[in-house]
C-alpha cells in the first residue's frame, strides 16, 4: 500500500510541477511519511518554523552549491547540512538524521534554476503545508515547554549527538565537493555510501562493519539487478523501481537494504548509461564513498577523542 501511494504521491507532483522536480516529490512523501511519527523534539510553534527553514535550505542550497565557485562548496555545503541536522535530529536514533541526509544529498545531485527552481519553491510550500498538518495534528501536544532557541543554547560542543551531527556534516560536505569538484558521475551515490556509514548511532570511531556491509550489499544488489533486468521482457522493466522498493519494506537488515535500494537507483542510472555502465558506476561510487567515510570516521574520531571527547580513547 505504500508503494502504490508513493506512486500516485509522486507522479501526481511531478506531472503539476515537472519531471526536474521529482526528487523533491520523493523527498516529500519520504518526509510525510516520518515525520507521522517522529517530531523535532520541541514546542509544535518552533517545530513548524524550523520546517519551512529546513524545506528553504533543501530548495535553495543545493542549486546554489550548482553555480557557486568551488571555493565556497564546501562551506556552504557544511551549514546547510549542519543546519539541518541540527534543527531535525535531536535524537538520531529515531531517524530523521537518515532521512533528512537522503533529502538533502538527493537533491544536491538533481540541481534546478530558472523557471524550474520556481517551480520546486511551490512544490516546497506544497510539501510543507502537508507535511506542516500532519506535524501539528500528531504532535501538538508534545514538548510544549521546550522551544528551540533553548535547545541551541544548552548545546555542547561535547555532547555525543552535537559530535555525530559534526561529523555528518563535515564528511558529507566534504565527499559532496570532492564528487562536484572532480566532475564524479552521480557523485550523490557518493554521499549516500559515505552518510550510510556516518549515520550510524550511538556515535562510534570505528566504520568497518557497516563499510563491508555497505560494499556486499551494493555488489549483490547491482548484481541481481543486472542479471533480472536481461531477463525480464522489455515491457516489465519498468516495474523493477517499485519492485526494489516494494522488497525494501520487508528488509531488516542493513546488507539487504542496501542491495534493495540499488533497484531504483540503477532502473533511473540505466536509461541514461545504459545498465552496464549504470552497475559499474554504482560499484565504483559505493567504493569511493564509504572508503571515504572510513577513513573520514577514524580521523575525525581521532580528533575528537583527543580534543573533546578524552573518554573516547579508550573505545
Known amino acids: 500500500m505504500i508503494v502504490a501511494f508513493a506512486i500516485v504521491f509522486i507522479s501526481l507532483l511531478s ?13 516529500l512523501f519520504c518526509m510525510m511519511l516520518g515525520i507521522r511519527f517522529v517530531n523535532f523534539e520541541y514546542c509544535i510553534g518552533d517545530s ?5 527553514a529546513v524545506l528553504a535550505i533543501l530548495v535553495l542550497a543545493p542549486s ?10 564546501i562551506p556552504l555545503h557544511f551549514a546547510a547540512f549542519f543546519a539541518v541536522l541540527y534543527m531535525t535530529t535531536q535524537r538520531p536514533e529515531m531517524g530523521n538524521g537518515g532521512l533528512y541526509s537522503f533529502a538533502y544529498i538527493y537533491l544536491t545531485g538533481n540541481p534546478v534554476a530558472g523557471e524550474a527552481l520556481v517551480r520546486r519553491g511551490l512544490l ?19 514538548h510544549k515547554a521546550t522551544r528551540f532557541h533553548k535547545v541551541v543554547r544548552k548545546a555542547k560542543l561535547s555532547e555525543p549527538v552535537v559530535l555525530w551531527q559534526l561529523r555528518m556534516a563535515l564528511g558529507v560536505s566534504l565527499v559532496l565537493t570532492a564528487g562536484q569538484v572532480f566532475g564524479v558521475e552521480r557523485f ?28 556486499v550489499g551494493a555488489v549483490a544488489g547491482s548484481g541481481v539487478f543486472f542479471v533480472i533486468y536481461l531477463i525480464t521482457p522489455e515491457a516489465l522493466r519498468p516495474l523493477m523501481g517499485p519492485l526494489g522498493g516494494l522488497c525494501l519494506g520487508f528488509c531488516t537488515d542493513y546488507r539487504y537494504k542496501t542491495a534493495m535500494n540499488c533497484f531504483g537507483a540503477l532502473m533511473l542510472g540505466t536509461g541514461i548509461y545504459g545498465l552496464k555502465g549504470a552497475v559499474i558506476l554504482r560499484i565504483e561510487d559505493t567504493l569511493l564513498g564509504v572508503t571515504f567515510g572510513l577513513i573520514f570516521a577514524a580521523i575525525f574520531h581521532q580528533l575528537a577523542a583527543v580534543r573533546l571527547l578524552p573518554e573516547l580513547q579508550n573505545e
Open 64 to 73: 546554489a552549491a550548482a553555480v557557486l565557485p568551488q571555493i565556497f562548496l
Open 48 to 52: 513548524l518554523m524550523t520546517l519551512a
Open 15 to 27: 506531472g503539476v510541477f515537472g519531471a526536474d522536480n521529482t526528487p523533491m516529490a520523493v523527498a
Open 124 to 142: 516546497a510550500l506544497v510539501g510543507y503545508l502537508i507535511c506542516g498538518a500532519i506535524l501539528f495534528a500528531k504532535h501538538r501536544d508534545q
Open 188 to 215: 550523490m551515490w557518493m554521499g549516500f555510501a559515505c552518510a550510510s556509514l556516518l549515520s550510524e548511532y550511538p556515535y562510534r570511531g570505528n566504520t568497518f562493519t557497516r563499510f563491508w556491509q555497505r560494499i
